[in-house]
């Protein structure tokens, strides 16, 4: 069951982990073109970023149907990055484009490879930070954009690990629901076998009954004969015996022929 959730979450990044991806993008765009005071390079930026958005909104169809363009998706996305880095005015944040690379790839690579990028993609920022801003100022602010980075990168984990026991608890509710229904309904079927079984044991118990009846006016009835021919005054008693025996009988046959009539309701 929980192999099944993840699967759905394998297959694109989720809704949280593209928002984070969109905005940072956004502010990385926005403080770009705010800090760009070379009008002639605008074309050039332009190029490079709308390059960027464009390659990660159409990676995840272009992927589905080319599993190798994944491989060739990363090293264009590095290369861009690296250039942005490098393209003047010089900016620190420009390191959190790698952030939307990442949320792509640990949607799709194993964790280790997405790792590698990870501490690859450090490297390369750390490296041109310290050159673009200086060691220890680049350095300092390189850190601090990876400790951002691993941050929102360790949120959209507990999202992605919140949402997966959603799922797993909606799917265990239902199963839960449907083995209460079949126990509801074995149990209406247990009740309705253990009425007929009843009702055949009384109707065994009134066959008996009414079989001994039966056989009982079969001898009054012989009984009554014999008296005809030797006792004529004993025979309105006799008679008297018989009429009950036959009523009970009767009775009985009533009682039986109910006991297999179908129920109402």
Do not use: C
């Not at 080319?66 to 944040?93: C, R, S």
């Not at 001994?212 to 021919?229: D, K, P, R, Y």
Request: net charge positive; glycine share 6%.
């Amino acid at each position: 069951m929980k192999s099944e959730v993840s699967e759905q979450h394998q297959a694109a990044m989720t809704r949280v982990g593209l928002i984070i991806a969109y905005v940072i993008i956004f502010v990385v765009i926005i403080r770009r073109f705010y800090d760009q005071p070379y009008i002639p390079r605008i074309p050039f930026a332009v190029a490079l970023h709308g390059s960027f958005v464009f390659l990660f909104a159409t990676e995840f169809f272009i992927v589905r149907r080319i599993k190798a363009y994944l491989w060739i998706y990363i090293l264009l996305q590095f290369v861009i990055i690296q250039i942005i880095g490098f393209f003047p005015p010089y900016i620190d944040t420009y390191g959190l484009l790698y952030l939307p690379l990442l949320l792509q790839l640990k949607a799709q690579l194993p964790r280790r490879i997405t790792n590698l990028v990870g501490i690859s993609g450090s490297v390369f920022f750390i490296l041109t930070l310290m050159i673009t801003h200086g060691a220890i100022s680049g350095f300092g602010r390189a850190l601090m954009i990876i400790v951002i980075t691993i941050i929102l990168l360790g949120y959209e984990d507990i999202y992605l690990q919140s949402e997966t026991a959603r799922r797993e608890s909606l799917l265990l509710l239902a199963q839960l629901q449907a083995a209460h229904q079949k126990l509801k309904e074995y149990a209406a079927q247990a009740e309705a076998m253990a009425v007929l079984e009843e009702r055949n044991r009384m109707t065994r118990e009134l066959h008996d009954s009414v079989g001994q009846t039966i056989f009982s006016i079969a001898l009054n009835t012989q009984s009554a004969l014999l008296l005809l021919e030797k006792d004529p005054e004993s025979m309105p008693a006799q008679l008297d015996r018989l009429q009950g025996l036959t009523s009970s009988a009767l009775g009985k046959m009533r009682l039986l022929i109910s006991q297999w009539k179908p129920r109402q309701g």
